[in-house]
């Protein structure tokens, strides 16, 4: 009976030790942070082309703007999460402005996932790594390095294991940054004993 009821460390073991060794193989070939070359030509939804750098410069004004209005809170709403969970006076807030004709900005995550689905890798990849740690979607944006890009696209599923680990201490409690880095590991795992 007791030698059932520890069965269970088994695989728990043969996983713990998996991930140990993708961590090593992982930190021994780690590569540096990806560097985004500014003056790549990226294709803007309205079909027009522009440098990274003139693509960053509003996101980089906006979020000095919004710096400066935590520091100075107002009464206007927060601005509305993916997931949408500030509240439904903001979500009407932004069908209202959607109505009116204002346009809402468009942020790094939308446009790379745009150009992913475009099939331009070379942009994502720049526009995914170009996005802040401090952003909320760094997370996502790690995710989808790690896994869509460097480890199903490029091959290299070792240089996503440090952008997943960056998605899960970004979102420790996402579901689907758990799922992807499982298979960034489980890739690696079978990269290594090829």
Not at 39 to 49: A, Y
Not at 108 to 127: F, N, T, V, W
Request: with cysteine.
């Amino acid at each position: 009976m007791r030698r059932r009821s520890l069965l269970w460390l088994i695989p728990l073991s043969v996983i713990l030790i998996m991930v140990a060794v993708v961590q090593l193989v992982a930190s021994r070939a780690e590569r540096a942070r990806l560097q985004v070359d500014l003056e790549m030509m990226i294709t803007m939804p309205d079909g027009g082309v522009l440098p990274l750098r003139e693509v960053l410069a509003p996101i980089e004004s906006r979020s000095a703007a919004s710096e400066a209005q935590l520091a100075a809170p107002s009464g206007a709403p927060e601005a509305l999460r993916r997931d949408g969970e500030p509240g439904e006076e903001v979500a009407d807030a932004a069908i209202e402005a959607r109505s009116a004709g204002v346009a809402q900005p468009i942020t790094l995550c939308d446009l790379a996932e745009q150009r992913l689905r475009g099939g331009d890798i070379a942009q994502a990849k720049a526009l995914y790594a170009s996005v802040a740690p401090g952003d909320a979607d760094y997370g996502l944006a790690q995710r989808r390095l790690g896994w869509e890009i460097q480890t199903r696209f490029e091959g290299d599923p070792l240089a996503g294991v440090g952008s997943v680990n960056r998605s899960l201490r970004a979102n420790p409690l996402d579901g689907n940054a758990w799922q992807d880095a499982s298979r960034v590991y489980l890739e690696s795992v079978t990269s290594i004993f090829r």
